[in-house]
């Protein structure tokens, strides 16, 4: 891996959004990429009535939330936020088959395109 991106990426703080409201042209959840965040964030937050439920992904994310000011989510907050990322992961626009995705890319490196 890069040096130069290694050291960038140990220095930042990656705050992931999760989607609750796809779009016409999504497909993420195709791609097991999304709507919500699954590994290498530091917080995470998913759009609830007037807040966000807050989740930590790593030691550092774990030191910012404890900075803010927050509380724990009810168990109410904790299923809204589950049936809001279901939903959303139920209402993609779009869908996308991976089957064979991976070794086509890797078959066109020296595409001109």
């Given at each position: 891996?890069?040096?130069?991106?290694?050291?960038?990426?140990?220095?930042?703080?990656?705050?992931?959004?999760?989607?609750?409201?796809?779009?016409?042209?999504?497909?993420?959840?195709?791609?097991?990429?999304?709507?919500?965040?699954?590994?290498?964030?530091?917080?995470?937050?998913?759009?609830?009535?007037?807040?966000?439920?807050?989740?930590?992904?790593?030691?550092?994310?774990?030191?910012?939330?404890?900075?803010?000011?927050?509380?724990?989510?009810?168990?109410?907050?904790l299923?809204?936020?589950?049936?809001?990322?279901?939903?959303?992961?139920?209402?993609?626009?779009?869908?996308l088959?991976?089957?064979?995705?991976?070794?086509?890319?890797?078959?066109?490196?020296?595409?001109?395109?």
């Amino acid at each position: 891996m890069d040096n130069y991106y290694s050291e960038a990426r140990r220095q930042c703080v990656l705050v992931a959004i999760n989607c609750t409201n796809p779009g016409g042209t999504c497909f993420c959840s195709s791609m097991g990429t999304g709507p919500e965040v699954a590994d290498h964030y530091d917080l995470a937050l998913t759009e609830l009535r007037g807040g966000f439920l807050m989740t930590t992904g790593s030691e550092i994310g774990e030191e910012l939330a404890a900075e803010l000011p927050s509380r724990a989510p009810s168990a109410a907050e904790l299923e809204l936020a589950e049936l809001k990322l279901t939903r959303a992961k139920e209402h993609m626009g779009r869908k996308l088959d991976t089957t064979g995705l991976k070794e086509m890319l890797d078959d066109s490196m020296e595409h001109p395109q």
